[in-house]
Each structure stands twice: as structure tokens, then as C-alpha cells.
């Protein structure tokens, strides 16, 4: 968000190659402020707070700007819809996840993107996770489907 972004360019080195955009993803009219480069994304952190169909226009759009687009995109399981990490709840307690899926392939579909690869938090966060904690079924489906994914997108391969 614009606010964020002025603190972030205010109090941080960029690297060269970095741009940090002020700009609200949802109400965005105008996407020039996208470079028509090959852009690689990074959409962690964000895309639970938002609804799919929000996401959906966010990235077909960052896709026509862009001329090539790769998306690092962190997905919350569709579990975690209804059970509230408690440190989000003390930051504002009206924050819900609106967005989760357990396939982040037929995401990358509906997406008209081309799913590249995908790993699990659980596997390089291991010590965040319960450790013997195996027969838990909330568990188990948060640690497989809390996930970073790479999607990428080329003009031509999919017709938007
Ligand atoms: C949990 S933080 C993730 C931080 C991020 N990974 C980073 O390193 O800056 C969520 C971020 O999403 C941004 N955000 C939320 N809604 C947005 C929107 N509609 N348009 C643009 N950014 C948005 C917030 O401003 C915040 O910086």
C-alpha cells in the first residue's frame, strides 16, 4: 500500500534492480506503473488477506504489463480460512484470511499462469511446526498446503 511503501523507500537501500511500487492493487486504474520488462513478483504475505477473485484481475493485469512475469506467490491452505493465527488477530482483530487453496496448480490455471514448482513452509521452517504431531488432521493439512509457489507467465503462451 502507498503508505508502506514510502516508509520502505524512505528507510531501506534498494537494490538496483528493485522497484518498490506505492500503489493499491485493488483500486489501481491505471497499471503503467508496471515496467514492461521481464518482472518477477513477490506476493508474500498478501494474498490470503484478499478475495480470489481480487488476485485473479491483480495478476492477469501485472501479466499484460509485463513482459514476461514471474510470481513467487505464498498460498494458505484452505484450513486456514477458519482458524486465525493468533498473531494476526492481536495486530487488528477484523483481519480474517479470505483467500486459501490446496492446489496451487488449478490456481495457476484459473490464472492462465504456467505452475512452475512449489515447496512447502513446513519444509524449510521446519521448527515452527509441531514435530510429533503426525496424527493431527489440522496439522497435517497446514503443513502440506502452506506453501510458496513459482508461476510464470509469457505473452503468447495463454490468451488473456
Ligand atoms: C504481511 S505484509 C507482507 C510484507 C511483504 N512480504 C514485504 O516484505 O514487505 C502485507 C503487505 O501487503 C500490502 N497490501 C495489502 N493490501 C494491499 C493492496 N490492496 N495493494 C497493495 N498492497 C497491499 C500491505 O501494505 C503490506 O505491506
Given amino acids: 500500500m502507498p503508505p508502506v511503501i514510502q516508509f520502505r523507500n524512505k528507510n531501506f537501500l534498494r537494490l538496483d534492480f ?4 506505492g500503489e493499491d492493487l485493488l483500486k489501481s486504474a491505471n497499471w503503467d506503473f508496471v515496467p514492461n520488462e521481464v518482472n ?7 494474498s490470503m488477506y484478499l478475495l480470489e477473485e481480487e488476485i485473479l484481475s491483480f ?8 513482459k514476461k ?13 477458519v482458524n486465525r493465527h493468533p498473531s494476526v488477530h492481536k495486530v487488528d482483530d477484523t483481519i480474517i484470511f479470505k483467500w486459501g487453496t490446496n492446489n496451487i496448480k488449478e490456481f495457476a490455471t484459473k490464472a492462465n499462469v504456467e505452475f512452475l514448482e512449489s515447496y512447502k513452509h513446513s519444509d524449510f521452517l521446519k521448527n515452527r511446526w509441531p514435530q510429533n504431531d503426525d496424527n493431527n488432521k489440522l496439522v497435517q493439512a497446514l503443513k502440506n498446503n502452506y506453501r510458496i509457489s513459482l508461476l510464470r507467465y509469457e505473452k503468447g503462451d495463454f490468451k488473456l
Fill in 40 to 46: 518477477v513478483f513477490i506476493l508474500e504475505g498478501v
Fill in 59 to 66: 495478476i492477469k493485469n501485472m501479466c499484460n504489463f509485463s
Fill in 69 to 81: 512475469a514471474y510470481f513467487i506467490i505464498e498460498s494458505a491452505p484452505l484450513e486456514a480460512l
Fill in 18 to 21: 528493485e522497484k518498490n511500487i
